[in-house]
């Protein structure tokens, strides 16, 4: 067989993908212990993007959500573990790319609320300086991707009630209650 030329000068100009491409695209997933039992966990090289009970088809609600493949993860994020057990999530990185401005914006909001604390929804719409979004603060805590990470169950009604939870109204009021009684 003959050689071409043109394929062989094509094949000399192939070069090394650039460093950690790999993890640019695809997000990597793990199952960890939590406050609230086992928990799927996706994060990117941005940090955690994803958190929610573990169970059937939560691996292709983040692939629909994200669009990104999911390879398994050979190790947890540092301070993963301590922010889903205990809801101290200091310094853990959290990839809120896939989020509107808006909503970014309230969940970086709910993070400074500190363990054992509440603050209402009216708080964080004040604080990003949006006082009249209080229901839109509501929404986009609803669709917080990474409960627990970003305490969502810390922000309750201005009548004092707790509101709703995405891991349930009943566990919203554990998880307050375990982090008033760790004494924080």
């Known amino acids: 067989m003959d050689r071409d030329p043109l394929i062989e000068g094509l094949a ?4 090394e993908p650039p460093p950690r491409l790999l993890d640019r695209i695809a997000a990597r997933w793990t199952h960890a212990d939590s406050a609230v039992g086992e928990v799927f966990v996706a994060f990117t090289d941005q940090g955690v993007a994803y958190v929610r009970r573990d169970g059937p088809g939560v691996a292709d609600a983040f692939r629909e959500r994200f669009g990104r493949p999911l390879l398994a993860a050979e190790r947890t994020p540092d301070g993963l573990l301590t922010a889903l057990r205990t809801g101290d999530a ?5 990839d809120l790319s896939a989020s509107t ?4 914006d309230v969940l970086q909001a709910a993070r400074t609320i500190p363990r054992g604390e509440v603050r209402p929804y009216a708080w964080i719409a004040e604080l990003i ?10 929404t986009a805590l609803a669709t917080n991707p990474v409960p ?11 009548d004092g009630t707790l509101g709703r939870y995405i891991f349930g109204d009943r566990t919203k009021a554990d998880l ?9």
């Open 148 to 158: 627990l990470v970003v305490p969502c169950h810390r922000v309750t009604r201005s």
């Open 90 to 94: 200091a310094g853990l990185a959290v």
């Open 101 to 104: 401005g808006f909503q970014a």
């Open 176 to 184: 307050l209650a375990l982090e008033r009684a760790a004494g924080t």
């Open 12 to 15: 000399g100009l192939a070069a």
């Open 129 to 138: 300086g949006r006082p009249r979004a209080v229901r839109a603060v509501g």
